[in-house]
């Protein structure tokens, strides 16, 4: 599955963001879904990932961000509210066939990535 991310900008502090992910050569169907984030020099971050387990949210981002796929399941979006100075970064999205993992926040168990969107947040 191919994944292309977009509606990354520039935001201020306290503001929303919906930063969609759309998904060909397969839906998102019979896989587990995530969003990362990567700041320079840091490593790359999970923030929340949907499975036939539920959804699992990082404590950084608990109570603000939320993901959702569409109907058809070809787009998974990150809905994030009051964003924060703590929150610029380049967001990716990644995908892994429900079963082929230990923990979707870990990259490494991802096999499928986007490019990733940049997301800025100016105080």
């Keep these: 599955v191919q994944l292309v991310e977009s509606g990354g900008k520039l935001v201020q502090t306290g503001q929303s963001l919906r930063l969609s992910c759309a998904a060909s050569g397969d ?5 587990a879904v995530g969003w990362f984030r990567q700041v320079p020099g840091k490593e790359r971050e999970g923030l929340i990932c949907l499975s036939t ?3 699992d949210v990082a404590d950084s981002v608990k109570g603000r961000f939320a993901l959702s796929l569409d109907d058809a399941q070809t787009t998974a979006f990150l ?4 964003l924060r100075p703590d929150d610029p970064g380049v967001y990716y999205c990644a995908a892994v066939i429900e079963g082929d993992y230990t ?8 096999d499928y990535w986007g490019k ?5 947040v100016s105080s």
Excluded: K, Y
């Design 27 to 31: 839906t998102f169907d019979d896989h």
């Design 116 to 120: 990733g969107t940049p997301v800025l």
């Design 103 to 110: 923990d979707c926040f870990w990259p490494a168990d991802m």
């Design 53 to 55: 387990s539920g959804i």
């Design 79 to 82: 809905q994030m509210n009051n």
